[in-house]
Nanobody, 127 residues
Framework: QVQLVESGGGLVQAGGSLRLSCAAS????????MGWFRQAPGKEREFVAA????????YYADSVKGRFTISRDNAKNTVHLQMNKLKPEDTAVYYC????????????????????WGQGTQVTVSS
């Protein structure tokens, strides 16, 4: 069983930046594809970004492409989401997730394919 704990959320003005972190327990972190999702009030949880288990492949939702960067440090069991040029519509609870499929070396884009989820961290962007 893997536990994921997000941190780094907060309140920021539009145009500002935040760096989210997700710390994973366990010794198999480097075998998981990882992703970030977000959920705004009254909306469904949506995909934000994903990174392959090696860190070599990444993928972004169109709404954040060019502004957000996902990265991982397998030595420290962490995955990060650097968020720049934040907009009020980025306001949401952000969740990190892990896909444990050992046979999959790519990025995972679908919510249902993830096995582990963190508790979420709130990001609020004021206009």
């Amino acid at each position: 069983q893997v536990q994921l704990v997000e941190s780094g959320g907060g309140l920021v003005q539009a145009g500002g930046s935040l760096r989210l972190s997700c710390a994973a327990s366990g010794r198999t972190f480097s075998t998981y594809a990882m992703g970030w999702f977000r959920q705004a009030p009254g909306k469904e949880r949506e995909f934000v970004a994903a990174v392959s288990r090696s860190g070599g492949d990444t993928y972004y939702a169109d709404s954040v492409k060019g502004r957000f960067t996902i990265s991982r440090d397998n030595a420290k069991n962490t995955v990060h989401l650097q968020m720049n040029k934040l907009k009020p519509e980025d306001t949401a609870v952000y969740y990190c997730a892990g896909d444990k499929r050992s046979s999959w070396a790519g990025v995972t884009l679908t919510l249902g394919a993830y096995d582990y989820w963190g508790q979420g961290t709130q990001v609020t962007v004021s206009s």
